[in-house]
Nanobody, 125 residues
Framework: QVQLRESGGGLAQPGTSLRLSCAAS????????VAWFRQAPGQERQFVAA????????YYADSVKGRFTISRDNARNTAYLQMNGLKPEDTAVYYC??????????????????WGQGTQVTVAS
């Protein structure tokens, strides 16, 4: 059974940092592109960042570019999202997702075969 388990969320003050982790099991992790999406209350789930199978390709939403960094460790079957310079508008449930779809489709949540349960990130002073 495929599982993606997020961790690392919590309450953070504006301007500070959090690092999210996504631990995968039940799949050959290195064969999947991995992304982070987020969903704020009353809003649609939105693409945040993606990393390709080998980790060399990374893609970001404009809203997080320069502040967030996505990475992965295939030896540990884990992906990460380093979030710096957090803003109140970053408040959302963050989801990890995995897909075998090619690069051009990484921003579309409908292309992802596997999802985690999500972790809450709240940015407030």
């Amino acid at each position: 059974q495929v599982q993606l388990r997020e961790s690392g969320g919590g309450l953070a003050q504006p301007g500070t940092s959090l690092r999210l982790s996504c631990a995968a099991s039940g799949l050959t992790f290195r064969n999947y592109n991995v992304a982070w999406f987020r969903q704020a209350p009353g809003q649609e789930r939105q693409f945040v960042a993606a990393v390709t199978r080998g980790g060399s390709g990374t893609y970001y939403a404009d809203s997080v570019k320069g502040r967030f960094t996505i990475s992965r460790d295939n030896a540990r079957n884990t992906a990460y999202l380093q979030m710096n310079g957090l803003k109140p508008e970053d408040t959302a449930v963050y989801y990890c997702a995995a897909t075998t779809v090619v690069i051009s489709g990484l921003g579309n949540l409908n292309n992802y075969q596997h999802w985690g349960q999500g972790t809450q990130v709240t940015v407030a002073s």
